[in-house]
């Protein structure tokens, strides 16, 4: 258990809808990334926080948004959601997200857009 | 922007043998080298790493090389057993990005008994 928690495990919606992931980080872990994993693109980093702040973004759709609150766990939105978007969403944490730090991974949220 | 080839995409060995795993990317100024091992419905654990001021470095049955003059750096394990059955994945930072991976496309290793 990498201590990272995503919840929920499964989504499953229809096209035009919006929807929120949920991530909780590492106790004592500051920063947050959010990564989609697809059969066709791999491992895709999205966006990163630190602290609450925005700190670098990724291949992050505009549809996409992302937060972190200051109790530090973050969420991510998507909206206006296409079939392409069905993928797995994993969140990372890492204590201060710095470069070359370990990036600890939660198990993911798998959303099936229909 | 960087990029990471990894290959074999699949790799199938007898337990026992040694599985190698090959990754190259393309930014010479990447500088960590980290290497994920993914089991079904979990996400990505951290299995090891590397920075680019060593050239190897060994964690019981695994191993982690880098050749940065050639941009590539590899994943041995030796002895391996069915548990070391997953997907595989190495990743290379991209220098300034705050700690952001690029990962390979995966490597899904198959241990038969």
């Known amino acids: 258990d990498s201590g990272v928690t995503q919840t929920p495990k499964h989504l499953i919606t229809a096209t035009g809808q919006r929807v929120t992931l949920r991530c909780s980080p590492r106790?004592?872990?500051?920063?947050v990334y959010w990564y989609q994993q697809s059969l066709d693109q791999g491992l895709q980093f999205l966006i990163q926080?630190?602290?609450?702040?925005?700190?670098a973004k990724g291949n992050i759709l505009e549809r996409f948004s992302a937060q972190q609150f200051p109790d530090l766990h973050s969420e991510l939105n998507l909206s206006s959601l296409e079939l392409g978007d069905s993928a797995l969403y994993f969140c990372?944490?890492?204590?201060?997200?710095?470069?070359?730090?370990?990036?600890?991974f939660g198990s993911g949220t798998q959303l099936s857009v229909l | 922007g960087e990029n990471v080839e990894q290959h074999p995409s699949t790799l199938s060995v007898q337990e026992g043998d040694s599985a190698v795993i090959k990754c190259t990317y393309s930014?010479?100024?990447?500088?960590?080298f980290p290497w994920y091992k993914q089991e079904l419905g979990k996400g990505p654990q951290l299995i090891i790493d590397?920075?680019?001021?060593?050239g190897e470095k060994k964690d019981q049955r695994i191993a982690v090389t880098l050749n940065k003059t050639a941009k590539h750096f590899s994943l041995h394990i030796t002895e391996t057993q069915p548990e070391d059955s997953a997907v595989y994945f190495c990743?290379?930072?991209?220098?300034?990005?705050?700690?952001?991976?690029?990962f390979g496309k995966g490597t899904k290793l198959s241990v038969k008994p």
């Open positions: 990372a944490s890492s204590v201060v997200g710095t470069l070359n730090e370990k990036l600890f």
């Open positions: 106790s004592g872990d500051l920063s």
């Open positions: 926080y630190y602290n609450g702040e925005e700190r």
């Open positions: 930014d010479s100024a990447s500088n960590y």
């Open positions: 590397i920075r680019s001021n060593v």
């Open positions: 990743a290379a930072s991209i220098w300034g990005s705050q700690g952001n991976l690029i």
